[in-house]
């Protein structure tokens, strides 16, 4: 009886080894596109060797257009200490009108007291006692929700260069026309505040009494023809010397009502944000990149919009005869060396994407990196790099287009991107799951170009003969 327990137990034993091995083999995907990737048994390889490729890198001047897809207005003038280029931004921003919006019924003598835009500063770079003017027009042709804007978009298509703005403002970051009592407070918040026409307001109210469905839906109220309600144009007219980064604006509309509650008049507000249901177009003028573009002997990263570096990876040296194990390639950077209190700061993420994937709108189709053709690096501050660990399966993808001939003129080369990742946790574990283009100002260069070439390390393993 034991020897019988015995033999049915080593038949279930070996029946397990026999199932694990055959959902093993039928878990394999069907193309073998990677397949001396992913399943290399170790007892079918003689020897790992590893090999040391030259990748020939240069500057890729994307100038001032890049999809503006970002939920950060930029406005100001910089010069970078380091490099003497200079990048302008101003914007361009619809408001969105909630549901329900409402003016209250007992409106003080149905008057506005006064209307206002509230840029809000979420952070800076540069001097902020730097004076800027700023003029305001208000946009006649409405911003498509359904169309990709770029960072080189024309205003003057959006609204009329030959009219007066309807405001103007002197402005710093840091507001030196309000007492130190509040700017030290702990609700303070930095601001750049644009006194408007009272009657761009008491237009609004007027046709909120008269016909409030205007104001039932965003889209009722960019229909509505009123000034503002297709957005304005912030329009930088001169400054220099620091970047705001802006995350909210609104646009407010003041008046005094009776308050029932407590008896007496009370100052109100209505507001129309500018939120990521509306466009928010951000313009942006490089200038002084051709003396970068010029300089063969490094290669440079400089954001938003400016320059990427592209490489071009040495597909023709790499054997096709044995298999990949893996693939590494490490950028490094050189130290900004400037003693300027306002440098700029270093790109945290970099995407390296195929040029065609991103000439073929990579970030316009929401592609993520898939770590197959495209992949992320962060900035590591102990060695001063950016590395992408393993790139095998890229590799692997140009040498099988090659093979079968649909690889193009531009299959070995990947582009180098400052990027904004967002990630979220699931089950523990971080994923990714937004990708855009790096909107804030920073710059660095990179080891490379015409005089020292970026290294691709390459581990084979060569079969049994």
Request: aromatic share 14%.
């Amino acid at each position: 009886m034991h020897n019988f327990q015995l033999s049915i137990f080593k038949f279930q034993f070996l029946f397990s080894i026999l199932l694990l091995v055959m959902l093993s083999l039928t878990s394999c995907d069907d193309t073998t596109d990677t397949l001396g990737i992913d399943m290399m048994p170790t007892v079918d390889f003689l020897n790992q060797q590893g090999t040391t490729y030259d990748v020939v890198t240069e500057s890729y001047e994307v100038g001032d257009a890049v999809l503006s897809r970002s939920n950060m207005y930029y406005l100001g003038r910089f010069t970078d200490p380091e490099t003497g280029a200079i990048v302008k931004s101003d914007f361009l921003a619809q408001y969105y009108c909630t549901e329900g919006f409402a003016f209250p019924d007992s409106v003080k003598d149905y008057q506005v007291t006064s209307v206002d835009i509230r840029l809000y500063i979420a952070d800076y770079v540069g001097d902020s006692l730097a004076n800027f003017k700023l003029s305001v027009y208000p946009l006649t042709k409405d911003l498509d929700p359904e169309a990709d804007y770029y960072t080189n978009i024309d205003p003057t298509l959006y609204y009329n260069e030959q009219a007066e703005p309807i405001a103007t403002k002197w402005f710093s970051i840091s507001d030196r026309t309000i007492p130190d009592s509040v700017r030290w407070s702990s609700d303070y918040e930095k601001s750049i505040r644009i006194s408007m026409p009272q009657e761009v307001g008491q237009a609004i109210y007027d046709e909120y009494k008269k016909n409030p469905k205007t104001f039932s839906n965003t889209e009722s109220w960019v229909k509505s023809g009123l000034v503002g309600s297709k957005g304005f144009y912030f329009k930088l007219e001169g400054g220099d010397g620091a970047m705001a980064y802006i995350d909210v604006s609104q646009f407010n509309i003041h008046f005094t009502y009776y308050d029932e509650t407590y008896a007496k008049d009370t100052i109100g507000v209505v507001q129309f944000a500018s939120t990521e249901e509306v466009i928010q177009a951000t313009r942006i003028e490089n200038s002084g990149l051709e003396e970068l573009m010029a300089n063969k002997d490094v290669t440079y990263l400089k954001s938003p919009a400016g320059i990427f570096t592209l490489a071009t990876l040495p597909t023709s040296q790499i054997s096709a005869t044995d298999t990949i194990n893996s693939a590494s390639i490490t950028f490094h950077r050189y130290n900004d060396l400037t003693s300027s209190t306002f440098k700029l700061g270093i790109p945290k993420y970099l995407l390296m994407v195929r040029l065609d994937d991103y000439l073929n709108g990579f970030f316009e189709k929401y592609q993520l990196a898939d770590n197959v053709t495209s992949y992320l690096a962060e900035f590591q501050s102990n060695t001063n790099t950016y590395e992408f660990s393993n790139i095998a399966k890229l590799l692997s993808t140009i040498l099988n287009e090659k093979k079968q001939g649909r690889a193009t003129a531009n299959a070995d080369k990947v582009l180098l991107i400052p990027v904004e990742p967002t990630y979220v946790t699931y089950s523990g574990s971080k994923v990714l799951v937004k990708l855009v283009h790096d909107f804030s100002l920073t710059s660095t260069k990179l080891v490379g170009g015409a005089n020292d070439r970026v290294k691709l390390n390459i581990i084979y393993s060569s079969y049994k003969k």
